[in-house]
């Protein structure tokens, strides 16, 4: 198997999420994607690129448009991007039209990084694995299992992602 490097586009979301007291509400801070890279001791070559920093929830089709940019602009055609979940499937949606002959698994986390309790390393993970093996399209990886892209929603009541069968 041919090894291929990835990219990795941070756009912000909970899996970058911090706070700062018991107080404060929770903030998008500096991208700790690299860190979580470095610790797991990953040796394919990759680099990460922050796109912006925001709650999905806070995502314009211009910000979409930003990411798809991003991805079609790219030298690599295996691609990870960190989102938020709540609107994860609508930027899948966006990517599947703009970058074909590309791979791309998005992936986030319902709890920060930072938590010690936390989907963000094992998530990140799958989406990396998957970015290497999976056919061109667009996929989205999280809680153990890697979904089409284009037939996924996000159960907010059961805390998971399901497929659509339809």
Same mark, same amino acid.
């Given at each position: ?19 700062? &007291?018991?107080?404060? =509400? ?7 994607? %690299? ?11 990759? *680099?990460?690129?922050?796109? +912006?920093?925001?709650?999905?929830? =806070? ?7 930003? !990411?798809? *940019?991003?991805?079609?602009?790219? %030298?690599?055609?295996?691609?990870? !991007? ?16 703009? $970058? ?11 709890? %920060? ?6 989907? $963000? ?5 799958? $989406? ?6 999976? *056919? %061109?399209?667009?996929?989205? $990886? +999280?809680?153990? =299992?890697?979904? &089409? ?6 159960? *907010? ?10």
């Amino acid at each position: 198997m041919t090894h291929q490097a990835i990219l990795v586009l941070t756009t912000g979301g909970t899996i970058d999420k911090s706070y700062f &007291d018991a107080l404060s =509400e929770y903030q998008i801070v500096e991208s700790g994607i %690299p860190a979580l890279l470095a610790e797991a001791r990953v040796a394919l070559a990759h *680099r990460v690129v922050e796109v +912006m920093r925001k709650d999905s929830l =806070e995502l314009t089709d211009q910000d979409r448009a930003e !990411i798809a *940019r991003a991805v079609r602009e790219a %030298p690599e055609n295996r691609i990870v !991007i960190t989102h938020g979940t709540d609107t994860m499937t609508e930027t899948a949606q966006v990517l599947a039209q703009a $970058a074909p002959g590309k791979t791309i698994c998005l992936t986030g986390a319902l709890s %920060p990084a930072r938590f010690a309790e936390t989907d $963000a390393h094992f998530n990140l993970g799958m $989406a990396f694995a998957a970015a290497q093996v999976a *056919r %061109p399209g667009v996929y989205i $990886a +999280m809680s153990g =299992e890697v979904f &089409d892209g284009l037939k996924v929603r996000k159960d *907010r009541a059961a805390g998971k992602f399901v497929a659509i069968t339809q």
